[in-house]
């Protein structure tokens, strides 16, 4: 999907955030666990109130900046981001591939939809 993205750029670009946020989400241990909670706090901000990657950046330049953060965005081996429960995905990545480039925009939100639907019903 970053090929469909550098190749048809007017056509996938316009969800790239959300295709980071979701893939990262699914895989939390690519987290720290403050990481994982920030990213949650942000997908549901994209989906459900319509936030802009550009006002997102703006509302989270203090909050990530490396100079002054004193937490890891990050996993490591020793600290990674997991859900107290497995949480059974809807869609995946896998579905939004197979999809294919043309029905790439839409199925990516629905993608994004979906895991916030999936993680509201988890603990």
């Not at 591939?97 to 199925?107: C, I, K």
């Amino acid at each position: 999907m970053l090929a469909w993205e550098a190749e048809y750029p007017d056509k996938t670009l316009a969800v790239h955030h959300l295709l980071v946020l979701c893939y990262h989400l699914q895989h939390p241990h690519l987290y720290s666990p403050e990481g994982l909670q920030g990213a949650k706090k942000i997908l549901f901000a994209f989906v459900e109130e319509g936030v802009t990657p550009q006002e997102m950046r703006r509302r989270q330049r203090a909050v990530v900046d490396s100079g002054k953060r004193t937490w890891k965005i990050t996993g490591t081996p020793t600290s990674y981001g997991a859900y107290a429960h497995p949480i059974q995905w809807p869609i995946t990545v896998v579905d939004v591939a197979a999809g294919g480039v043309e029905d790439y925009l839409g199925n990516a939100q629905a993608w994004a939809r979906s895991i916030c639907e999936a993680l509201k019903k988890c603990p």
